[in-house]
C-alpha cells in the first residue's frame, strides 16, 4: 500500500473517531489486512467498533484498497500493553504493571498521569525483625524509562 493511501486511511479513523469520543490507539496496515484499535473512556461497544469499520469500507470503496485489504476494526485488549496516552488516563486509579527499561517491574495504582510521567502507588511488604511492615511507596516514572505497561487483571 503506498503511503498517500496509508495517510487517507489514519486520516479518515482520525476523523471518524472523534465522533464517538474515542480515540485511536494504532493503525497497522500490512499487505492484506487494515487493522484499526480504537478506544474511548467510557468504554468501547461493539457498535462502535461496527460503525467505524463500516465507515472505513464506505469511504474506501471507490480507492481499490480493498480489493486487496480487508478491514478490521477493534479494541486493543485488556491484556495488551498500552500504547497511547490516553489509555494512562482511561486507567487512572487501576493497577497496572510498569516495566522500565532496565526491566524493573513495578505494580501499584496508576494516581496521576501528565504528558511526560505517571505516578504510582506500590504496596510494598518487607520484612524488619522477623515482622511484614507493609508500606506505600509513590514513585513518578518518566515516559522515556517505561518499556511497557500493563493493566493488572485480577479474578
Given at each position: 500500500?503506498e503511503?498517500?493511501e496509508q495517510?487517507?486511511?489514519k486520516?479518515?479513523?482520525?476523523?471518524?473517531?472523534?465522533?464517538i469520543?474515542?480515540?485511536v490507539?494504532?493503525?497497522n496496515?500490512?499487505?492484506s489486512?487494515i487493522?484499526?484499535?480504537?478506544?474511548?473512556?467510557?468504554g468501547?461497544?461493539?457498535?462502535?467498533?461496527?460503525?467505524?469499520?463500516r465507515?472505513?469500507?464506505?469511504?474506501?470503496?471507490?480507492?481499490?484498497?480493498?480489493?486487496?485489504?480487508e478491514?478490521?476494526v477493534?479494541?486493543?485488549?485488556?491484556?495488551?500493553?498500552?500504547?497511547?496516552?490516553?489509555?494512562y488516563?482511561?486507567?487512572?486509579?487501576?493497577?497496572v504493571?510498569?516495566?522500565?527499561?532496565?526491566?524493573?517491574?513495578m505494580?501499584?495504582?496508576?494516581?496521576?498521569?501528565?504528558?511526560?510521567?505517571?505516578?504510582?502507588k506500590?504496596?510494598?511488604?518487607?520484612k524488619?525483625?522477623?515482622?511484614k511492615?507493609?508500606?506505600?511507596?509513590?514513585?513518578?516514572?518518566?515516559?522515556?524509562?517505561?518499556?511497557?505497561t500493563?493493566l493488572?487483571?485480577?479474578?
Amino acid at each position: 500500500m503506498e503511503k498517500k493511501e496509508q495517510d487517507l486511511v489514519k486520516q479518515l479513523v482520525d476523523e471518524k473517531v472523534k465522533e464517538i469520543a474515542g480515540f485511536v490507539v494504532n493503525v497497522n496496515i500490512s499487505k492484506s489486512k487494515i487493522m484499526v484499535l480504537i478506544d474511548k473512556m467510557t468504554g468501547l461497544t461493539i457498535d462502535d467498533c461496527y460503525n467505524i469499520s463500516r465507515f472505513l469500507r464506505d469511504s474506501l470503496e471507490d480507492t481499490g484498497i480493498l480489493e486487496t485489504h480487508e478491514v478490521e476494526v477493534s479494541s486493543p485488549g485488556a491484556d495488551k500493553p498500552f500504547k497511547v496516552l490516553e489509555q494512562y488516563y482511561k486507567y487512572k486509579g487501576w493497577k497496572v504493571k510498569v516495566i522500565s527499561n532496565e526491566t524493573k517491574e513495578m505494580t501499584g495504582l496508576l494516581e496521576d498521569i501528565n504528558d511526560k510521567e505517571i505516578t504510582l502507588k506500590e504496596t510494598v511488604i518487607e520484612k524488619v525483625k522477623k515482622k511484614k511492615l507493609v508500606k506505600e511507596v509513590i514513585s513518578t516514572i518518566p515516559f522515556n524509562e517505561i518499556k511497557e505497561t500493563k493493566l493488572v487483571l485480577t479474578k
